[in-house]
């Protein structure tokens, strides 16, 4: 039984790419590119939220741990929304640009 299957699934493949090379170029492109954003939805779904929310929530998360990391320094002072360490400008020669 799961050799028929198996058999008739292989046979259902292989018909699908003949039919696939005996279709005209533009045609062969506009099914591709249907089967890749149908696999695509359905990795959408299957991941259950879209990897820019992902991406979003990471940054989200490492701009806020910047900013505690900002805050815990006391050695510096804040301008407006700008943050100058105390040694700032003093390490670097003016005279040297490198």
Same mark, same amino acid.
């Given at each position: 039984? !799961?050799?028929?299957?198996?058999?008739?699934?292989?046979?259902?493949?292989?018909? @699908?790419? @003949?039919?696939?090379?005996?279709?005209?170029?533009? !045609?062969?492109?506009?099914?591709? @590119? +249907? !089967?890749?954003?149908?696999?695509?939805? !359905?990795?959408?779904?299957?991941? +259950?939220?879209?990897? $820019? #929310?992902?991406?979003?929530?990471?940054?989200?998360? $490492?701009?806020?741990?910047?900013?505690?990391?900002?805050?815990?320094?006391?050695?510096?002072?804040?301008?407006?929304?700008?943050?100058?360490?105390?040694?700032?400008? #003093? $390490?670097?020669?003016?005279? #040297?640009?490198?």
């Amino acid at each position: 039984m !799961l050799s028929q299957l198996l058999a008739a699934f292989v046979l259902l493949i292989c018909i @699908a790419l @003949a039919v696939h090379m005996a279709v005209r170029p533009a !045609l062969q492109r506009r099914v591709d @590119a +249907g !089967l890749q954003r149908m696999l695509w939805q !359905l990795r959408q779904r299957w991941q +259950g939220r879209s990897d $820019t #929310k992902q991406a979003e929530e990471i940054a989200a998360a $490492t701009a806020k741990a910047a900013i505690e990391r900002a805050r815990a320094r006391p050695e510096g002072q804040w301008e407006g929304n700008v943050y100058r360490p105390r040694r700032f400008g #003093k $390490t670097r020669d003016k005279d #040297k640009l490198h």
